[in-house]
């Protein structure tokens, strides 16, 4: 499996607040993309990116943003979040964009 | 709109017996790729088996086997000599085609428990 990580792996916040969950990857995927998880929702897009500074919208993304400055690196951020942002976020990379996806472990996010 | 379709919420299965995890799709594109993915209670999600749109040969994975249906966008997953570490939520995913790059799209799961 690509050596993947997320952090913090578990966070509480409080409405309002900024939120950035970052991801790490070893593997020097070129794709990098952000999920949530959420009871009877399976797993829904949030933002991927297809390089360095390239980024694009998934199917959930609106209160989201991301950056992606290095290969390795891909920060989801909640400017301000919500109570229904709370969650669980996977980070996934792929080498190609039809390629599988390999999942880092998640971060369980409450807001409060 | 592009959808994955998972009918059974739950299923459960003896161990050392045999089950089938059902999962249809929607899509107008003629080339795809299908996956299972495997949830455990830790959360991780970890690849179970992989299958191109394109082959008509079914994927085999040791233990697991798809049921690839091309015409009827339909794509199950065998799991024989289930054994107690298959418990765990199964997700069927396929490749979308969007904005010149592909994306997952995942149905809502299947609980499988193994019985003792």
């Known amino acids: 499996d690509a050596g993947i990580t997320q952090s913090p792996r578990h966070k509480v916040t409080e409405t309002g607040t900024p939120v950035t969950l970052r991801c790490h990857q070893t593997e020097n995927h070129r794709y990098m993309y952000w999920y949530r998880q959420d009871p009877g929702h399976g797993l829904r897009l949030i933002h991927y990116?297809?390089?360095?500074?390239?980024?694009d919208k998934g199917e959930v993304s609106d209160g989201y943003s991301v950056s992606r400055s290095k290969t390795e690196d891909f920060l989801l951020t909640l400017e301000s979040a919500t109570s229904s942002q709370t969650s669980v976020y996977f980070c996934?990379?792929?080498?190609?964009?039809?390629?599988?996806?390999?999942f880092g472990p998640g971060t369980r996010l409450l807001v409060l | 709109a592009q959808t994955v379709t998972q009918s059974q919420p739950e299923m459960s299965v003896q161990e050392a017996e045999t089950v089938t995890l059902s999962c249809t799709y929607d899509t107008s594109e003629s080339d795809y790729y299908l996956f299972w993915y495997k949830q455990p209670p830790s959360r991780q999600m970890i690849l179970v088996i992989r299958q191109e749109a394109y082959k008509q040969q079914n994927a085999t994975e040791n233990r697991f086997s798809v049921n690839f249906q091309k015409a009827a966008k339909s794509f199950s997953l065998k799991i024989s000599d289930s054994q107690l570490g298959d418990a765990a939520m199964y997700f069927c995913?396929?490749?979308?085609?969007?904005?010149?790059?592909?994306?997952?799209?995942f149905g809502k799961g299947t609980k499988l428990t193994v019985n003792p």
């Open positions: 990116s297809y390089g360095v500074k390239d980024t």
């Open positions: 995913a396929y490749t979308l085609l969007q904005g010149g790059s592909e994306k997952l799209v």
């Open positions: 996934a990379t792929s080498r190609t964009s039809y390629e599988t996806q390999y």
